[in-house]
């Protein structure tokens, strides 16, 4: 069972920020996963939310912000502490690069609203030729997956999908289905199984569903409570 440390020790720390990542590598982890969008400027930004409400308290899009523009929104300080930046991706890689093992990448990209964010990234991550077969892509968008399939034929996929649809996997050559909790069943295991596929799971917080889950043959979970599973 592989557990990704999901936005990082988001359970104990604020989520997609510096301090939770390094909290997560700090309680031994080695795989990770975080989202990306793409600033006005080219920069990409880990936040969740295309909207800013939820962890600033304003309700400002990412997509019309740049890398400078962020610095006006601190984040919330919901663990006590100072207010965090929203850190961009290459104030989050230094933190996990040591020991790692698989890092997940989520690509924002509901109906193409970052054109061009598949080819961006990409020759964002040139220069990290040392952790290029450790990342997995992922995204909720199928055609962002389909076009990042078109500029990179190696490049690891996984489907993120809320409706379980395996031929889409195939169609992507993916190497995974990443599946809610809630919607996963043994019976979708054992196909994506069948078929060559890993299944991982999202969002999983107890012990008690991990271990139903590697019953039914789970290759991985996300948890945002990655201390509470090494």
Request: proline share 3%.
């Amino acid at each position: 069972m592989i557990y990704f440390a999901h936005r990082g020790a988001s359970a104990q720390a604020v989520q997609n920020t510096v301090t939770s990542f390094a909290l997560a590598r700090k309680q031994g982890a080695t795989c990770y996963e975080l989202d990306v969008h793409l600033l006005t400027d080219g920069q990409l930004a880990v936040h969740h939310d295309y909207s800013l409400l939820s962890t600033t308290g304003k309700d400002v899009n990412v997509a019309g912000l740049s890398a400078a523009d962020l610095k006006k929104y601190p984040l919330l300080p919901r663990f006590g502490g100072d207010a965090e930046q929203i850190p961009l991706l290459t104030d989050i890689l230094p933190v996990i690069t040591e020991n790692l093992q698989l890092l997940n990448i989520e690509i924002k990209n509901d109906d193409n609203r970052y054109p061009q964010i598949e080819q961006i990234l990409l020759k964002f991550l040139k220069p990290y030729a040392d952790i290029s077969s450790k990342i997995l892509f992922s995204s909720f968008d199928f055609d962002t997956l389909v076009r990042l399939r078109s500029l990179a034929e190696n490049a690891r996929i996984g489907l993120l999908t809320r409706e379980f649809d395996i031929s889409q996997a195939l169609a992507l050559r993916a190497e995974s289905v990443h599946i809610s909790v809630l919607r996963v069943t043994k019976e979708i295991i054992d196909s994506c199984h069948a078929h060559g596929l890993k299944v991982y799971v999202y969002t999983v917080n107890d012990k008690a569903t991990a271990a139903q889950l590697v019953l039914w043959g789970a290759d991985g979970i996300f948890t945002d409570c990655i201390g509470d599973f090494l």
